[in-house]
């Protein structure tokens, strides 16, 4: 099955929307989850609640929310707009934006937990080696918390590429800008007609779905393996 | 070197009001678990905060409560060899051993020194094994590497034996001694196992109940009654030095000490070699005239220097032996019997089977220069 350029525009714009979510709240998860795991601060149970949100609201409330945030006169979009000239709203990167608030609880979840599972007798002893904090962060633990990592990695970028609600509330569909492969899904699907176009664009999606979750269980294997020290 | 330790800590019900000093040689901190020798270690390590006092090692004040000095862990520049050997799961043998180098102040310690070491610990061919398909005396031997590669002004020991059986302890321990013998870095070395004092401590800390009760040269220590009781009966006993004097056919070394020969089942060491061995004091065997017709090869002309009546029913008796000095524990019934006083002469017995080879060490030549 050869794709049409229609298809293309849609993956491409989904992957980018994804990979661009991913990368982008990747570090800000780290430093979220470290900050759950390992610190006590005021306001510690406001974070995690915080974080949690979009996991527990309806998708169209959080894309609701970020329309009135992000939005042309949103509090935060109109500054953006006026300092940077950045518009989100009904945009690729707006879409972005959607799909990293969706995913970043289930990212910070993992990441945190692989926090938790951090022996940190290794980090008293890479201390006494000499290790200033952060390089005991950087070599000993990152490593050891990478399976952690790569899961929240894979679980929030099968979130963004997924991620359809808050999406379509905040940027809406429009083709080759912000239809990402469930809102072109969806649009097909209330269109008479449009089922064997839908059912295309479905196994695609079945397809990249089951990708990324093979390469990523291969991945998180061998980095299981490799901090295990076998 | 001479680090110096005042601290004062409560933790939960357990209090920590300790006072110790160490220097050049080999520290041990004896005492039971519990009585607060970890806990010790780590505040000198910077691993856990006392909440007063004083911890200086030379010059550097590495905690001062007052002056509200609090040294980080990586700058005090202390090496620690934890019990469970903590090597980094992620990384190999080799990256293991260097991860201190690149964080070393005055640079690492060169590729010489790094290869020497390797060599002596026998874990050359281990450089790029995993670390989980390591033994326990191998994991052992790469965290002592790994500590002394990064170039530590102190090294601490938390009873790195503890966890290896009596076969993988001899991977290591001609090591510790080794290292001690060679002027590595002073060590302080935490243990209840009083076999590994005889081989490798200078200084003698006696802890308990979180105070360093009794503290000093290792052999006054031991040589004194009046710590019988704090070291616990089983364990009390004396260290002596002789000069290995003969190997016999039938098994047994001779040992020359300075008031007599002691005769025991076969050391490893060639003759002419310095040994200090432990005598426990239960071992001892007292007796008012010449023993004749008695199994033991070993009786040993002494006079009594002190007498140490405690609470239970036994009594440690100390004596001298030319210029060693042993401990007895007798019964209360036996001193008075035998009317024991102080000046008195007397025969010191010792079994053979008492001193195995294990009680043994051969004796550094540097210990007394280093002292």
Known sequence: ?230 | MKLEVDIQCQLGAFALDARMSAAVGTTVLFGRSGSGKTTLINMIAGLQTPQGGRITLDDTVLFDSTQKVNQPVHRRRIGYVFQDARLFPHLSVARNLDFGARFAVDGPLGATRRSDLIEVLGIGALLNRRTAALSGGEKQRVALGRALLSNPRLLLLDEPLAALDLERKEEILPYLEQLRAQGGPPMIYVTHDMSEIVRLADTLVIVRDGNCAVQGVAEDVLADPENVKLIGVQDAGSLLQGVIESHAQDGLSAIRLSAGLLHVPRVDASIGRQVRMRVRAQDVILSLSAPVGLSSQNALEAVVTGIHVGTGPGVAVALRSGSDRLIARVTGRALTQMQLQIGQKIWAIVKANALPPAAIARASSSRHSSA
Request: proline residues 5%; charged residues 10%; positive net charge.
């Open chain 1, 1 to 230: 099955m050869s794709l049409t350029a229609a298809e293309i525009t849609i993956v491409a714009l989904s992957l980018k929307v994804a990979v661009t979510a991913t990368l982008l709240s990747l570090p800000i998860a780290i430093f979220v989850a470290w900050l759950l795991a390992r610190c006590t601060f005021k306001g510690k149970a406001l974070l995690n609640i915080a974080v949690h949100l979009p996991l527990v609201l309806p998708p169209v409330v959080t894309g609701y929310a970020l329309l009135l945030l992000f939005g042309k006169q949103g509090a935060i979009g109109a500054m953006l707009f006026d300092v940077f000239g950045i518009t989100l709203a009904f945009r690729w990167s707006g879409a972005a934006l959607a799909a990293a608030v969706m995913g970043f609880p289930l990212m910070v979840r993992a990441i945190r937990l692989g926090f938790e599972a951090v022996d940190r007798k290794l980090e008293e002893a890479a201390a006494t080696l000499g290790a200033p904090r952060m390089a005991v962060f950087w070599h000993v633990t990152l490593p050891l918390i990478s399976p952690g990592i790569l899961a929240g990695t894979v679980l929030g970028f099968a979130k963004a590429m997924g991620e359809f609600g808050a999406t379509i509330t905040f940027v809406a569909s429009i083709p080759g800008q912000t239809e990402t492969l469930p809102s072109a899904i969806y649009t097909l699907l209330q269109v008479p007609g449009g089922e064997s176009a839908a059912l295309r664009l479905i196994l695609l999606s079945v397809a990249i779905s089951i990708a990324a979750l093979a390469i990523s269980e291969a991945l998180v294997r061998r980095a299981a393996t490799r901090v295990s020290g076998a």
